[in-house]
């Protein structure tokens, strides 16, 4: 029996871009009980970075989103940090990425990796 939580709409927003993306990447490795994992990490100029993983596993106490035909994992550590973001997908001169506007964000850097906590979103 899974114990991991299921979440259709929080706590992020996927973009069509950012699931066509992950359709894609998912289906180029052939595997479709791959999922893509959203994490938070120390690290990068601003404090934190964001982190994506194509995996298969779900842990106990992950929240899963499903969106369309695809699963995206959150670790419940990252959830607070990620509450009401939206991850899009952009192609560009500075090459493609996904992109998270987050509202917990005080901060970010110039490519949009990193970023600092709002005083109220780090005491959470």
Known sequence: MNTHEIRTADPITFTDAATAKVKSLIAANGNDNLKLRI???GGGCSGFQYGFALS????????????DSISIVVDAMSAPY???????????????????????????????????????????
């Open 56 to 67: 298969e596993t779900v842990e106990a106490d992950d929240i899963v989103i499903q969106r």
């Open 39 to 41: 994490y938070i990490v």
């Open 82 to 124: 990620l509450q009401n973001a939206v991850v899009d997908y952009t192609e560009g001169l500075k090459g493609s990425q996904f992109i998270v506007q987050n509202p917990n964000a005080e901060t970010t850097c110039g490519c949009g990796s990193s970023f600092s906590l709002k005083e109220e979103a780090a005491n959470n």
